[in-house]
């Protein structure tokens, strides 16, 4: 998917003016290597100005997974990154830091690193809270898709035409390896409740390398039994790019988005462009994903449906029984009358024009963008600045020989020299009343 985030990011941080701050993120995109994480705005910024700038990294993009990498992952980062020479203390005290040992100078006088994302109710956030980051959250998929689908507003193909529908259901499910298998139970619940003829929902045999026959559910509970799906569902040719896009037809031909999240089995809110994208176009919605999700979306000024759609399913905990709430009403809804149909729809579409018009406000997009500011701004009161690995570096350096020779040089053009460093404990002591 190719997505400008260099300018998103850039953007934010002329949001959050603040000059001293030094923004990281992924590149490529969807990216999870170490190695990918790179300095945007690192150029020209002379070592005084890097030990006294703020630091955020932008890790909105994907979930936040604090186990993924290990201690040793990051002592080969850097390992690689730094002198084959430096001690083993020295490379131990970086690696210890986290994400924080990918920046060019992990050292700097904060204490704590910015950590910008994109989820709430998240333990993987807590955890890196307690080892050196401070969150920094706003609904990153707001600003993007406000971008991505910003035709719609003026595409005359999605204005509701009823005589159109063809179908009571429009259902995306290209991918179902990871975290996304409940989309096969989901599939198999339709199978069987003979709902695929209501649904404009294609299928994809094989993802990841794997033939869904050969998956192994990491929640036992939403194993699936049929072996046919393949040949009951179109074959799906949609790409990961999908997502960044939306297809007037289907809409125009489709009652009802059923929005299959990339998170349903979790505890996390992490919504992304898939629920955007019906809201976008005008259209209504069932949302299949964390509980809770509907609330959250209400919290940002959406209306839902509740009264009209049974919205129930949102408030139940259990992954399977909330998956057969959803099918049981996907299955009243298909059985009603083709008036009555038609009596729904057109409550459903008054509130989707409102929700649409909502998306579109100059004042919703502000919101969001000054829910990030003020977060921004709440999480930089959060930092402290007592050079703590500037101190430990110090303290190394009293068995180091190396390192103790780079901190005592005087010369300009190499290391800093001691007046610079000297500077640097001045800008402390102003900064904290903390003696260095």
């Not at 990216?31 to 703020?54: G, Y």
């Not at 690193?113 to 990153?140: A, I, R, T």
């Not at 940002?300 to 399913?313: K, S, V």
């Amino acid at each position: 998917m190719s997505v400008p985030l260099d300018r998103l990011y850039n953007f934010l941080h002329d949001v959050c003016n603040h000059r001293d701050l030094i923004i990281y993120g992924f590149f490529p995109h969807g990216s999870r290597k170490l190695e990918d994480l790179i300095a945007l705005n690192w150029k020209d910024r002379d070592w005084f100005t890097q030990m006294t700038s703020r630091y955020m990294i932008f890790h909105d993009q994907e979930l936040l997974m604090y186990h993924l990498y290990s201690l040793e992952n990051f002592k080969q980062l850097v390992d690689h990154r730094f002198n084959h020479h430096s001690s083993d203390e020295l490379k131990n005290l970086i690696a210890s830091m986290n994400l924080r040992a990918c920046f060019y100078n992990p050292v700097g006088v904060y204490d704590q690193v910015l950590l910008c994302h994109s989820e709430k109710n998240s333990q993987d956030l807590e955890l890196y809270q307690q080892h050196g980051f401070v969150g920094v959250y706003y609904w990153s998929h707001a600003v993007i898709a406000r971008d991505w689908f910003r035709f719609a507003e003026l595409d005359t193909v999605l204005e509701p035409n009823f005589d159109n529908i063809a179908n009571d259901f429009l259902i995306y499910n290209r991918a179902w390896s990871g975290r996304r298998e409940y989309r096969l139970t989901f599939a198999e619940m339709l199978a069987n409740k003979n709902l695929i003829s209501r649904c404009r929902m294609s299928f994809s045999e094989i993802d990841n390398g794997v033939h869904y026959t050969q998956h192994t559910f990491a929640n036992t509970n939403l194993a699936i039994s049929r072996n046919d799906l393949h040949e009951l569902y179109p074959t799906n040719l949609t790409d990961a790019s999908s997502s960044a896009d939306y297809n007037s037809e289907d809409y125009a031909s489709s009652a009802i988005e059923v929005v299959l999240e990339t998170l349903f089995d979790d505890s996390r809110h992490h919504l992304t462009e898939k629920i955007l994208r019906p809201i976008a176009c005008g259209r209504p919605f069932v949302l299949v994903s964390t509980p809770g999700s509907l609330q959250y979306l209400r919290q940002y000024g959406f209306e839902t449906f509740d009264g009209l759609i049974n919205e129930t399913y949102d408030t139940i905990s259990d992954p399977r029984q909330r998956l057969e709430a959803v099918v049981q009403e996907l299955e009243r809804i298909s059985c009603m009358h083709p008036d009555e149909k038609k009596a729904l729809w057109t409550q459903l579409y008054a509130i989707s024009q409102r929700n649409q018009k909502l998306f579109f406000s100059d004042e919703w997009q502000n919101f969001i963008l000054k829910e990030f500011k003020d977060n921004f701004e709440s999480a930089v009161a959060q930092l402290t600045a007592t050079a703590k690995y500037e101190k430990e570096l110090d303290r190394i350096a009293l068995t180091d020989t190396a390192l103790k020779q780079k901190r005592t040089l005087d010369d300009p053009s190499g290391d800093p020299t001691v007046e610079t460093r000297d500077r640097l404990r001045v800008w402390i002591q102003q900064n904290n009343s903390v003696i260095f």
